[in-house]
């Protein structure tokens, strides 16, 4: 499979709402980031994560390489989050830092 | 703040022709990269380079060139378009490092091969 599967592909929310996006990987990755594109298709760096758990503001992101997964919680969504969120994985040994995209989940948050 | 500046951000060529990407950065970063986002899609990366005047092949290098002439600039080159070669191209750079491997993206350039 994908070394990298993202989930779900697409995800509506009322304003307000909470929600969360996930990543599960094929292989033991060594670091994981998240990124937000929004709706002019800009990159935006959300979260750079080797373990644990990271917070800015009402985002949440937690890495756990053993389980071979990461998360992204949106707390009290609003409209500017809306946007494709993808997550990006770097796996250990001679990758030489390359990151290997999902293919993103597409977030609209309703009003 | 650091910053990626892509040229141009959009452009139409003709199916066969010569086409340059242009990438300056100005964080100081040793790697910078192009990937291709084709609609629907991820990123794929195209080629890298981690030091001036080396590239090395990603993971879809198969019809693009790479130029690293300096630190600060990273060129994609098309020396013959084609039709699926229509995506947009976003460059980044990051310093390579642990956290300092962090991406950070250029302003993406629309790419149209007609």
């Known amino acids: 499979g994908m070394p990298v599967e993202q989930n779900p592909p697409a995800l509506s929310l009322y304003e307000g709402a909470d929600s969360g996006l996930r990543c599960n990987f094929s292989?033991?990755?060594?670091?994981v980031q998240w990124f937000q594109q929004n709706h002019r298709g800009r990159l935006i760096t959300l979260f750079y994560?080797?373990?644990g758990t990271k917070e800015n503001g009402r985002l949440k992101s937690t890495f756990n390489s053993k389980e071979r997964y990461s998360t992204l919680h949106i707390k009290d969504a609003q409209l500017e989050d809306s946007g494709t969120y993808f997550c990006?994985?770097?796996?250990?040994?001679?990758?030489?830092?390359?990151?290997?995209f999902g293919t993103g989940t597409l977030l609209s948050v309703k009003p | 703040e650091a910053a990626v500046t892509q040229s141009p951000r959009s452009k139409v060529a003709v199916t066969g022709g010569k086409v340059t990407l242009s990438c300056h950065q100005t964080?100081?970063?040793?790697?910078m990269y192009w990937y291709r986002q084709d609609t629907g899609h991820g990123l794929r990366l195209i080629h890298y380079?981690?030091?001036?005047?080396?590239?090395e092949k990603g993971d879809i290098p198969d019809g693009y060139k790479a130029s690293r002439p300096s630190q600060e600039n990273f060129s994609l080159i098309l020396e013959l378009a084609s039709l699926s070669q229509t995506a947009v191209y976003f460059c980044?750079?990051?310093?390579?490092?642990?956290?300092?491997?962090?991406?950070?993206f250029g302003a993406g350039t629309r790419l149209s091969v007609l």
């Open positions: 980044a750079s990051s310093g390579g490092l642990g956290s300092q491997n962090t991406l950070y």
């Open positions: 292989t033991t990755m060594k670091s």
């Open positions: 994560l080797a373990q």
């Open positions: 990006a994985a770097e796996a250990g040994g001679g990758s030489g830092n390359k990151l290997i």
């Open positions: 964080n100081n970063h040793d790697y």
């Open positions: 380079s981690y030091v001036a005047d080396s590239t």
